[in-house]
């Protein structure tokens, strides 16, 4: 009984401990807001930054784990590069050795005087009391998460004060000792720390654990040493989790922090045991405490960062060899390859960098083409890969509108002609309805993924009218981007009318699903997705007349022109109606039988 009971004290403090420890965190990151992601992806340029800024940001929010989660997120979505990500968790490894050193706070004991005040016992109170004040008598947020951070630190303390009273008889045991005494062998101490740590999902846990089992009196350096060495491997579980369903660069971060675990454990192995087989180290069965443990598991986090600095250039090169890009990862690179064309240094030289804007805006241009296809063909073949594939896509073209747009700013304060004025300010419309036509692919490819999870299938005639209006769909887009790289006024000019006809026939088709839903043909949930289809299909449409309006006015704007004085060609009525007429009887889903006037009446209705 007395077994079973130390052992739930335990857990208890282990339990109490790593709430404590969230606790703290999560009030950290609440006060820091979201400075600390904005440090992390804007101030690595160089690798010591990035274990400087590492460690601080992992010091701040206690968690290795949690600063590479976030890095993994940021490389994912491209905001990182890989290299920026190693320099950034070698750092992150030394951080979270500082939560050993607070740890030790909280075996500072005293009878009397200015050491009973240091005592964890009243370090703890006078904490869990500040915290609780600020809970309850503030109501700004940011004290309220500073009386978080204070209340996780009491708790932390109190949970590590339960640990080391649930083991303290634990000193007079031999079994206990002997026990112990086997992890003295490097492989049992190494492993054990790989376990408890992937268990607890926390070093500074398991490290807490090792700094309590250590008032016993019976824990030596030669067994927390090769644990200390597990616990780093250990670590790497969550990280390694958090990485499923990430990019390869983003499982690339997970795995590099692995391996810096890894070779860390490697080098002490066979550096510390090579050189204890010569001279015989006497600290090596020296009895720990908490702060040795503390100081052992910094040093050994700091050497193998210094250790591992020069070989960061190494590392990203291994990391591309062990997760290769495949044919997708590779055109995702080439894809990417279009913003190092937006040159910074050419913004004193408006006509390079006006050129080199265009060229990236059209290569936005044929991923929206390409994506809205992706999309449209999501609805006749549905596949959880090409569905991934669209919303990736749908990633890099918002990066487009953002680093394009970005610099187009940026380039409209230069000193320009009217002409180049003029041009800034239509590629800046251009790019915004480009990104907007990309989300409506986006959500096309939102409503198939709904139509396949709840199995809902159209009828024979409503998916015969949808596959004419994807084609028309199709092909509006085409024309659209076509005469927009080339410059093409003639194809420019057909996209407004063969815009209108697509909302026409967009309206007919709802008509006739509205016919289908009324004889109960189909049911309400399969007409909310078909009409939500058709509405993306309309707005697509509209943002293809903003972007060929880009070229009209480019065409019909004199060179002296203000920007906003600036029209677009326009067709006479009778060449306008011809080509909606051309495109309804292109597209026309209409039998003789239906062709009164009555049934386009209803439509309008």
Same mark, same amino acid.
């Given at each position: 009984?007395?077994?079973?009971?130390?052992?739930?004290?335990?857990?208890?403090?282990?339990?109490?401990?790593?709430?404590?420890?969230?606790?703290?965190?999560?009030?950290?990151?609440?006060?820091?807001?979201?400075?600390?992601?904005?440090?992390?992806?804007?101030?690595?340029?160089?690798?010591?930054?990035?274990?400087?800024?590492?460690?601080?940001?992992?010091?701040?929010?206690?968690?290795?784990?949690?600063?590479?989660?976030?890095?993994?997120?940021?490389?994912?979505?491209?905001?990182?590069?890989?290299?920026?990500?190693?320099?950034?968790?070698?750092?992150?490894?030394?951080?979270?050795?500082?939560?050993?050193?607070?740890?030790?706070?909280?075996?500072?004991?005293?009878?009397?005087?200015?050491?009973?005040?240091?005592?964890?016992?009243? /370090?703890?109170?006078?904490?869990?009391? +500040?915290?609780?004040?600020? @809970?309850?008598?503030?109501?700004?947020?940011?004290?309220?998460?500073?009386?978080?951070?204070?209340?996780?630190? !009491?708790?932390?303390?109190?949970?590590?004060?339960?640990?080391?009273?649930?083991?303290?008889?634990?000193?007079?045991?031999?079994?206990?000792? @002997?026990? /112990?005494?086997?992890?003295?062998?490097?492989?049992?101490?190494?492993?054990?720390?790989?376990?408890?740590?992937?268990?607890?999902?926390?070093?500074?846990?398991?490290?807490?654990?090792?700094?309590?089992?250590?008032?016993?009196?019976?824990?030596?350096?030669?067994?927390?040493?090769?644990?200390?060495?597990?616990?780093?491997?250990? +670590?790497?579980?969550?990280?390694?989790?958090?990485?499923?369903?990430?990019?390869?660069?983003?499982?690339?971060?997970?795995?590099?922090?692995?391996?810096?675990?890894?070779?860390?454990?490697? /080098?002490?192995?066979?550096?510390?045991?090579?050189?204890?087989?010569?001279?015989?180290?006497?600290?090596?069965?020296?009895?720990?405490?908490?702060?040795?443990?503390?100081?052992?598991?910094?040093?050994?986090?700091?050497?193998?960062?210094?250790?591992?600095?020069?070989?960061?250039?190494?590392?990203? %090169?291994?990391?591309?060899?062990?997760?290769?890009?495949?044919?997708?990862?590779?055109?995702?690179? +080439?894809?990417?390859?279009?913003?190092?064309?937006?040159?910074?240094?050419?913004?004193?030289?408006?006509?390079?960098?006006?050129?080199?804007?265009?060229?990236?805006?059209?290569?936005?241009? &044929?991923?929206? @083409?390409?994506?809205?296809?992706?999309?449209?063909?999501? /609805?006749?073949?549905?596949?959880?890969?090409?569905?991934?594939?669209?919303?990736?896509?749908?990633?890099?073209?918002?990066?487009?509108?953002?680093?394009?747009?970005?610099?187009?700013?940026?380039?409209?304060?230069?000193?320009?002609?009217?002409?180049?004025? &003029?041009?800034?300010?239509?590629?800046? &419309?251009?790019?915004?309805?480009?990104?907007?036509?990309?989300?409506?692919?986006?959500?096309?490819?939102?409503?198939?993924?709904?139509?396949?999870?709840?199995?809902?299938?159209?009828?024979?005639? !409503?998916?015969?009218?949808?596959?004419?209006?994807?084609?028309?769909?199709?092909?509006?887009?085409?024309?659209?981007?076509?005469?927009?790289?080339?410059?093409?006024?003639?194809?420019?000019?057909?996209?407004?009318?063969?815009?209108?006809?697509?909302?026409?026939?967009?309206?007919?088709?709802? +008509?006739?699903?509205?016919? @289908?839903?009324?004889?109960?043909?189909?049911?309400?949930?399969?007409?909310?997705?078909?009409?939500?289809?058709?509405?993306?299909?309309? %707005?697509?449409?509209?943002?293809?007349?903003? =972007?060929?309006?880009? =070229?009209?006015?480019?065409?019909? !704007?004199?060179?002296?022109?203000?920007?906003?004085?600036?029209?677009?060609?326009?067709?006479?009525?009778?060449?306008?109606?011809?080509?909606?007429?051309?495109?309804?009887?292109?597209?026309?889903?209409?039998?003789?039988?239906?062709?009164?006037?009555?049934?386009?009446?209803?439509?309008?209705?």
């Amino acid at each position: 009984m007395q077994m079973i009971s130390m052992i739930l004290s335990l857990l208890c403090g282990v339990a109490l401990f790593l709430f404590g420890m969230s606790l703290m965190g999560d009030g950290l990151k609440s006060v820091a807001g979201n400075k600390l992601e904005i440090f992390l992806y804007r101030m690595t340029n160089t690798p010591l930054k990035g274990i400087l800024l590492g460690m601080g940001v992992t010091s701040v929010i206690q968690s290795s784990s949690a600063t590479t989660v976030m890095v993994i997120g940021f490389v994912n979505s491209g905001l990182m590069k890989l290299n920026q990500a190693i320099a950034i968790t070698l750092g992150a490894n030394i951080g979270t050795s500082i939560t050993g050193w607070i740890l030790c706070l909280s075996y500072i004991e005293g009878s009397a005087g200015i050491a009973k005040l240091l005592s964890s016992a009243t /370090i703890s109170a006078i904490a869990a009391i +500040a915290g609780i004040l600020c @809970r309850m008598l503030s109501k700004r947020s940011v004290h309220r998460s500073l009386g978080n951070i204070l209340l996780g630190f !009491a708790v932390l303390m109190v949970g590590m004060q339960m640990m080391s009273a649930a083991v303290s008889p634990l000193k007079d045991s031999a079994v206990f000792t @002997r026990t /112990i005494t086997m992890f003295a062998n490097p492989l049992l101490g190494i492993l054990l720390g790989i376990v408890m740590t992937a268990i607890l999902q926390s070093a500074s846990a398991s490290i807490g654990i090792l700094q309590a089992l250590s008032v016993t009196g019976a824990l030596t350096f030669a067994t927390a040493f090769p644990v200390i060495l597990g616990i780093g491997v250990g +670590a790497s579980c969550p990280v390694m989790l958090s990485a499923i369903g990430a990019n390869k660069n983003g499982k690339r971060t997970a795995l590099a922090y692995l391996l810096e675990n890894l070779f860390g454990m490697v /080098i002490w192995l066979v550096g510390f045991y090579t050189l204890n087989a010569f001279l015989k180290f006497p600290f090596v069965n020296m009895t720990v405490n908490p702060v040795l443990i503390a100081l052992v598991n910094s040093a050994v986090r700091i050497v193998t960062a210094i250790c591992l600095f020069p070989f960061i250039g190494a590392m990203e %090169r291994l990391l591309m060899l062990l997760v290769k890009d495949s044919a997708e990862d590779l055109e995702d690179i +080439a894809d990417s390859a279009d913003f190092d064309l937006l040159e910074e240094r050419l913004l004193n030289m408006p006509a390079l960098a006006l050129g080199q804007a265009e060229r990236v805006v059209n290569g936005m241009s &044929r991923k929206v @083409r390409k994506n809205v296809g992706r999309a449209l063909n999501l /609805i006749q073949t549905f596949s959880q890969e090409k569905y991934e594939k669209v919303q990736r896509k749908e990633d890099l073209i918002d990066k487009y509108e953002s680093k394009t747009g970005e610099y187009l700013i940026q380039l409209s304060k230069q000193r320009m002609d009217s002409k180049q004025t &003029r041009r800034v300010t239509m590629l800046l &419309r251009a790019v915004g309805d480009l990104e907007r036509i990309g989300d409506y692919a986006s959500n096309i490819a939102r409503v198939t993924h709904q139509i396949n999870d709840e199995n809902i299938t159209f009828s024979t005639d !409503a998916q015969r009218d949808l596959n004419v209006a994807i084609q028309a769909e199709r092909d509006l887009v085409n024309d659209t981007m076509k005469s927009f790289q080339e410059n093409d006024l003639q194809t420019a000019m057909c996209v407004k009318p063969r815009s209108a006809g697509l909302s026409y026939l967009c309206e007919i088709l709802k +008509a006739r699903h509205i016919g @289908r839903l009324s004889r109960g043909e189909c049911n309400l949930t399969q007409g909310t997705a078909y009409t939500e289809l058709l509405n993306s299909f309309e %707005r697509i449409a509209s943002h293809c007349v903003a =972007v060929s309006g880009v =070229v009209r006015r480019e065409h019909q !704007a004199h060179p002296d022109y203000h920007v906003h004085s600036a029209k677009a060609f326009e067709l006479s009525e009778a060449q306008y109606q011809q080509i909606y007429e051309d495109f309804l009887a292109k597209y026309d889903v209409l039998s003789n039988e239906e062709r009164p006037l009555s049934v386009e009446d209803e439509a309008v209705q």
